[in-house]
């Protein structure tokens, strides 16, 4: 035994282990019926059990398009008529401009679109 | 009628049954999960066609699916493929015997010399085969197996010459001379 290939020899020699005869035909079942659920049989029914490649029922699909389209048409209507009102009304103030002047100017602002400012800091 | 992909892999499966299991149980440890892992491994597969040179990539998927397995079992261990492919419960005594001095001899192997040489003389697979499963320079893998192979021949050169040895004298070589006596009687 001077070289590998003696040695290689020696140790395919030995026996090993291997799957049974049953656990490899699952094996191939798998494979085989792997590739029918993910390539063209896969619109047919029944070979998958997964929910979102089940066929859905006509009546299902007919009942979903027509809430949909309730829904769009709500959303879709003008906003007089649904009673919300298209513009803001504006609120309109009067300050003295400069505060700290002798004879002060009237001003009007609209504060309708103002928002409070949060800091972050508390008292 | 063209296969269909599941066709084709299950078809590539029967022609390197044995390369795959071989590999598969010396990375998983048992057959059971040796079987989970191949089937893992080519249903992933199915997803293609079977490429012209498919082997190396299929054992690299199988050493990369082992690892994202068993790393996290074995915790920090490092992986390498085990001895545990040698059958040692055979029911000849002398192959039994055998297959127990194969196996020892393996698992006192480096984890890398040892998974070269399940690939190479297991599974069959050539040096550029063995490095691209490994992720390995060519050079390294024939490196670990020459290293492997000549510890694995000091180590199993005793045994060899004693089994030869006591072959040698449970069945005595008969010349020809004697069987020309016994056909002449």
Known sequence: ?123 | MTPTHGEQWAAFYQMHRRALTAYAISLSGNEADAADLIQDVLLEMCKRSVPSSALPFVMRSLRNRAIDLYRRSRGAASFAASASLVDDACADLAERERAIRVREALSRLSGEQREVVVLKVYSGLTFREVAETMNCPIGTAASHYSRGMKRLSEMLMPVVMDMNAEVGRRTPVRSGMEDEDVVGS
């Open chain 1, 1 to 123: 035994m001077s070289s590998d290939h003696e040695v290689a020899c020696w140790l395919e020699s030995v026996p090993l282990r291997s799957l049974t005869h049953e656990r490899e035909r699952r094996l191939l079942d798998a494979v085989r019926a792997g590739v029918a659920a993910t390539q063209q049989d896969s619109s047919r029914a029944g070979l998958s059990s997964s929910w979102w490649q089940a066929p859905i029922p006509l009546w299902k699909a007919a009942i979903a398009c027509a809430a949909l389209a309730a829904a769009a048409a709500i959303v879709a209507r003008r906003p007089e008529e649904n009673g919300r009102p298209t513009v803001p009304t504006p609120i309109r103030i009067q300050i003295e401009e400069p505060l700290v002047a002798q004879r002060p100017v009237l001003r009007e602002l609209d504060i309708s679109q103002w928002r409070p400012v949060f800091t972050g800091v508390k008292e």
